[in-house]
């Protein structure tokens, strides 16, 4: 068992992803999101926090808002923010994240996708968290925008986690919401520790 | 223990909670929040999500978001997030909310606040599990915006929830995410029961 936190690294997906009627697309910036998953990845203690962008003006979107916040009077502003927002960074693909990961740390990362879809071989929180915290190396879980992640993405990773249910059949969170509740399954305290297996999801 | 879920409501306050400066104030409406949170609502199965505002201009906008996206053509559109903004409400005050749920349920719901302070006498996640799951009558999870809810509406209420705290010490979550983490770690798969007390928060 690791004594100190899995290295584990989060990226939200702008492409490849699917559209409403199921298309591979690359989806626009929800700015809240990078916001958002900035503080999650400080609260959380994780790696780090991908933004995967082809598209050059989102790009550029990104890294205005991150600028603003970091530097200057934004920064003074909204100090948490900045802190957050430190830890964002802006990539225009999957092979760009993974040689940055792999510069950074020695290691390529083992991929962890998420869907609000049900995928047969799917790994429970339960499991996973233990293979976070009892095995050595880094990971590295993927965040689907728009309407998830491509399917082509989704059968090259190492493992696809469970979706998230509550006590209810209705699964539609957007994914700033999702990852919370992942990480805190994932990561959070032990007190949340994992002593049966379910009974049923809902 | 009750077989059925237990009855709680959400209210996302915006009067009265503090600005950055702890003045008390009315903050202005983030419209995302009203569309994550009614799918929270949705997927935890808690019976409402209220919005509580005094000033006239962002119930107006408030009811305008949900009336657009539940009639006509929006709600062709994406009916996950119409059936998710049926579940919200709209009121211009506390005592609005409780009589609402007074009207509907025939009980005066029991006050939780929530902070991302610690205050002295918080109840842990694992305990108020125990009383939402263990013991009949309505709840009422009370959700600050801006820097968090009044010091004078936290001590009206019955519980305060302990902050959410990931392995690190910093916990500036907004709002939205925050409440999905509280709501799955109180009302989530029960695979997640609390078997222990926790050595340490961090």
Redesign the interface.
């Given at each position: 068992m690791r004594t100190t936190?899995p290295k584990l690294y989060m990226a939200l997906v702008h492409f490849p992803v699917y559209n409403k009627t199921r298309q591979v697309v690359a989806t626009s910036l929800?700015t809240?999101n990078l916001?958002?998953l900035a503080?999650?990845t400080?609260?959380?203690?994780t790696q780090g926090c991908y933004v995967v962008t082809p598209l050059q003006r989102q790009q550029e979107l990104a890294r205005h808002v991150i600028a603003h916040w970091t530097q200057g009077y934004g920064a003074v502003y909204n100090p948490?923010?900045a802190?957050?927002l430190h830890h964002l960074h802006i990539v225009d693909s999957l092979e760009a994240l993974e040689h940055d990961i792999v510069q950074h740390c020695g290691h390529i990362p083992r991929y962890i996708a998420t869907d609000a879809r049900p995928f047969p071989g799917s790994i429970?929180?339960?499991a996973l968290r233990e293979i976070l915290w009892g095995q050595e190396g880094v990971f590295l879980l993927l965040l689907g925008t728009g309407w998830g992640l491509a399917e082509e993405l989704i059968t090259r990773c190492e493992y696809i986690l469970d979706p998230?249910?509550?006590?209810?059949s209705?699964?539609?969170?957007?994914v700033?919401?999702?990852?919370?509740?992942m990480?805190?399954?994932l990561?959070?305290?032990?007190?949340?520790?994992?002593?049966?297996?379910?009974?049923s999801?809902l």
């Open positions: 936190c929800t809240l916001h958002d503080r999650l400080v609260t959380y203690g948490t923010r802190t957050a429970s929180y339960a998230i249910y509550g006590p209810t209705y699964n539609h969170l957007p700033r919401v999702a990852a919370g509740i990480l805190d399954r990561l959070g305290s032990p007190r949340f520790s994992m002593m049966q297996e379910p009974v999801d």
